[in-house]
């Protein structure tokens, strides 16, 4: 019985078909925006992240500091 599905799986996601679809200029554009707009949102949580990664570590060497210094 495994073997039927399996097989009958594998031809189903590989059989080829045609899409009859269209995609017009306005679709790429749109794309595009898309794929800029995550790369930015991406940047942006970086920029963050790194942010606070920064003000954790520096508090933490200024309080080891000031522990020295007393």
Same mark, same amino acid.
Do not use: H
């Given at each position: 019985m495994n073997k039927i599905f399996l097989t009958f *799986? %594998? /031809? /189903?996601? =590989?059989a080829e078909s045609n899409a009859y679809a269209y995609?017009?200029?306005? =679709?790429? *554009? %749109?794309i595009i925006q898309y794929i800029v !707009?995550?790369?930015? !949102?991406?940047?942006t949580f970086m920029k963050n992240f790194w942010a606070k990664f920064k003000y954790f570590f520096?508090? =933490?060497i200024k309080s080891k500091k000031n522990k020295e210094e007393n």
């Open positions: *799986s %594998i /031809y /189903y996601f =590989t995609l017009d200029p306005a =679709t790429g *554009s %749109i !707009a995550g790369l930015v !949102a991406c940047m520096n508090k =933490t």
